[in-house]
């Protein structure tokens, strides 16, 4: 009680200052350019240069709803990855999946379920303008940035396929003019883990610069605790018909443990003032002990797990799993000789930059390969109930993109750009369940349940241009459009199945549909339209039509299942598409003391990509939702007065109503007729409707609300800290209605004190994150194997896991500069 009356006060409270117009959609800090001086901070609101519309505009001119995030924030708040921007932003939620695509990103209540590989996000995240579309992304470590852009809505247009909710835009650091020495270490209290930062910037002469960047972490400890007991996982041999014993021990007590390594080396090369190359190269390493460590169960009909009813269903940071037997390890692929559990990710990429000024034409070339490697061995039940599997999947992408904006001395400019894109997923998972064991097949696998084998090779080619029309010097209006071809060739297959279990699987050597094929091909045009008004200096009105596109696909984590009516329908999904308004007006007032930002829109998705887990013919589906609409309103403010300087106020008030408009969906399982499992498919299947139904991860309210403060004291120091909230209303962590999903109303508290010289050559800060412990969680759903009945009256509710998030963490922090 003490905690939801807590959680009740700080939303009132939050939303009562947002009301009170002290809030911003960045800090005081976040608006102001990176190379900017302590003394222009301390002068009111400076703008910061964005690139939305890929090019440089002030963050008040762009007629986009963003935010934008400085490199100062970042290190204030510690934002160095995007579970923790997600924490910090308003209606932008990172859901961490223990497989699929190991992350659900919603903005606006418009995301990708996690469960799928083959589904990109919904949320695109762009890296020194590159692409990123898939979910493991999340295990990316992000430092040394320049800003983070989080772009809201349809973009289409600039960021092409697959950024129809918006935009994650992450820019690093480039070399300076003057050398730059920075080294930073810290140590987080409740996990247990030392980190370390160092970066080194340098002119190596005066048309050639370099910067360095390296980041380390060890973890101990983790957020969350596993109490899980002992586990006898008895298996039948089918060849010599006799039952073998085997213990699965309790894997880590603190999870996640993690380990990680980033790196970057950044070369920018300016002959001129026209000429400006730049070769970024990096690499990444993330490492944990626990692969769904942050699984939880929350809620069950008995108060405790169906499968182990020794555990407690009640939430908080608290999991029950256990390693794969020893002796079952040492054989199966891609599991430890001990074991344990663990999810290993590792990454590269190398980005190439030219931009060239013509007189009067502005010539850009982006040029990326990138490529990542995942491997985890989980319990997939994740409580403790004797399924295990083991993955290995990489993707490898090739791009290459061009542009160019004329910037003619007349009233209209054109901007034109041509994107290609060559990319491949190869996925591979075993599964081990139902204490099956076959000593006539091969070592690797005898005691594989069933293994999955599959891959797409993309290609896309898209081309987009946008005239610039300027009406009257104040009035400005674009039309644009962007045009995508894309195709996908897959293939998918169950190289093994135990033959107890050809009745449900269907193996590679089966005589029809042995292994699925998919050879698609897509198309399609993307318009986009704005006006913009600015009446006076300070004041802009726009208005904009927007659409997006993200294609359809393969689902390579699928399951070709023998009691599916029609496996490769059900791996097989179309695109999923947007269209709608967006209108908003952008102030300075009070001589730059007060930045005031409104927004409105609405916007329909029609044919949502949605993965389900279909429990009653073992089957993984990827519906296309008929229609859901988004639409409300942000309202986002900042105050920093003249008279106080290094003072902030800052906040964000944001309604947002995300609902099926019509959706005929599969059931939950143990959903009863009574609540609304009271259709049947043509096949037969229990069905629902989901019309009017929120989507998943829609919270009604959000809001943000903070003030920050650093001043110069006596004996040349200066000391800053900073109090920031975010509140959320309750809202379904299921895309399928499912009403023991549901996360109540939460706030979370983050505040930070810091300490050092007043010329920035060292600082010692001390960085709280969710300092009132609370638990809560950003997706879920219901645990495998349990529930029954569905589409029955005596149908029993499943248990449900929630995918939760960090606890308190409270960091300690030294940082030098030379």
Excluded at 608 to 624: C, G, R, S
Aim: proline share 4%; charged share 15%.
């Amino acid at each position: 009680m003490r905690h939801r009356n807590l959680s009740r006060h700080l939303f009132l409270a939050t939303s009562a200052l947002a009301g009170l117009a002290i809030a911003a959609p960045a800090h005081a800090q976040s608006l102001k350019p990176a190379d900017a001086s302590e003394e222009s901070a301390s002068t009111g609101i400076d703008d910061i240069v964005v690139t939305a519309r890929r090019r440089n505009e002030s963050v008040q001119d762009v007629p986009v709803s963003v935010q934008a995030i400085s490199a100062q924030v970042v290190q204030q708040r510690d934002l160095t990855s995007l579970e923790k921007i997600a924490a910090a932003t308003p209606q932008f939620t990172v859901a961490r999946a223990s497989n699929g695509a190991g992350a659900q990103l919603t903005l606006r209540g418009i995301g990708s379920s996690a469960t799928s590989i083959g589904i990109e996000q919904s949320v695109a995240i762009v890296v020194d303008s590159v692409y990123y579309g898939q979910g493991r992304v999340i295990n990316e470590g992000f430092f040394d940035l320049a800003r983070v852009e989080i772009l809201k809505g349809p973009q289409a247009l600039f960021y092409g396929k697959n950024a129809t909710a918006g935009v994650i835009s992450l820019t690093s650091a480039d070399p300076g003019r003057e050398r730059e020495i920075m080294a930073r270490a810290g140590y987080e209290f409740n996990a247990h883990q030392i980190y370390g930062e160092a970066v080194y910037s340098t002119p190596i002469s005066d048309t050639l610069g370099l910067r360095l960047a390296v980041r380390g972490s060890k973890m101990f400890d983790g957020y969350y605790k596993n109490s899980a007991t002992v586990q006898s996982y008895p298996t039948y041999d089918i060849a010599t018909k006799t039952l073998n014993a085997h213990t699965a021990e309790p894997s880590a007590t603190n999870q996640p443990q993690e380990r990680e390594l980033i790196g970057r080396a950044t070369l920018k090369y300016t002959p001129d003032e026209r000429l400006t190359m730049t070769l970024k190269a990096s690499g990444s390493y993330n490492e944990t002990t626990g692969n769904g460590w942050n699984y939880v169960a929350v809620q069950c009909p008995t108060g405790v797990t169906t499968l182990n009813p020794a555990y407690k269903c009640n939430g908080g940071f608290a999991i029950h799993q256990n390693n794969m037997p020893v002796d079952i390890a040492k054989v199966y692929p891609y599991a430890r000789d001990n074991g344990e559990l663990y999810n290993l990710y590792k990454s590269w990429q190398v980005t190439g930059t030219v931009n060239y000024e013509l007189p009067n034409v502005t010539l850009n070339s982006v040029t990326n390969y990138n490529w990542n490697n995942n491997k985890f061995t989980c319990d997939c039940d994740f409580l403790g109930g004797g399924v295990w599997a083991t993955e290995n999947s990489s993707y490898h992408a090739l791009s290459q993109e061009l542009r160019a904006l004329t910037k003619f001395d007349s009233p209209v400019n054109l901007m034109v750009g041509g994107l290609y894109q060559k990319t491949k997923r190869t996925f591979y998972q075993a599964v081990m369940f139902a204490n099956i064991e076959n000593s006539a097949a091969s070592d690797a696998h005898r005691y594989i349940a069933y293994d999955k084998d599959s891959q797409t090779d993309g290609e896309t080619w898209a081309a987009y241009g946008q005239a610039i029309w300027k009406v009257l010097p104040n009035l400005e209006a674009t039309a644009g459009v962007r045009y995508t071809h894309e195709t996908k060739v897959s293939s998918f297959t169950q190289p093994y199945v135990n033959p107890a279990l050809y009745g449900i699987f269907k193996p590679q050597s089966a005589a029809v549909n042995g292994t699925l094929y998919g050879d698609q091909t897509f198309n399609d045009w993307s318009p986009d339209l704005t006006l913009s008004w600015k009446p006076v200096t300070d004041v802009m009105v726009y208005g904009a039509y927007k659409t997006a596109y993200k294609s359809g696909g393969f689902s390579n984590s699928a399951i070709n299942s023998a009691l599916a009516l029609s496996p490769a329908r059900d791996l097989a999904f179309n695109p999923e598409k947007g269209r709608g308004f967006e209108a908003g007006i952008k102030t300075m007032l009070f001589d730059r003391q007060l930045r005031a930002n409104l927004t409105l829109y609405n916007f329909k998705y029609t044919d949502l990509q949605i993965d389900y887990f279909n429990a009653q013919i073992f089957a993984y589906v990827t519906y296309n939702a008929g229609a859901a609409r988004t639409k409300g309103a942000e309202l986002e403010l900042e105050y920093a007065p003249r008279g106080v300087p290094g003072l902030s106020l800052h906040g964000t008030l944001n309604y947002n109503r995300a609902r099926y408009e019509n959706f005929i969906a599969p059931c939950y399982s143990g959903q009863s007729i009574a609540a609304g499992c009271s259709l049947t498919s043509p096949e037969g299947q229990p069905r629902q409707d989901l019309s009017g139904k929120p989507t998943a991860v829609a919270p009604k309210w959000t809001a943000t609300a903070g003030i920050s403060y650093e001043t110069e004291v006596s004996g040349g120091l200066k000391v800053g800290g900073n109090i920031d909230t975010r509140t959320s209303s309750s809202y379904l962590g299921s895309g399928f209605g499912d009403l023991t999903t549901r996360q109540k109303a939460y706030a979370v508290l983050d505040a930070g004190i810091r300490v050092g010289a007043a010329d920035d050559r060292w600082q010692i800060a001390v960085l709280g994150k969710n300092l009132t412990n609370k638990f809560y969680f950003t997706g879920g759903g219901t645990a495998p194997l349990t529930g029954s009945g569905t589409g029955t009256n005596h149908a029993v509710i499943g248990d449900t896991l929630g995918y939760g998030t960090m606890p308190r963490t409270v960091r300690l922090q030294v940082t030098v500069r030379y």
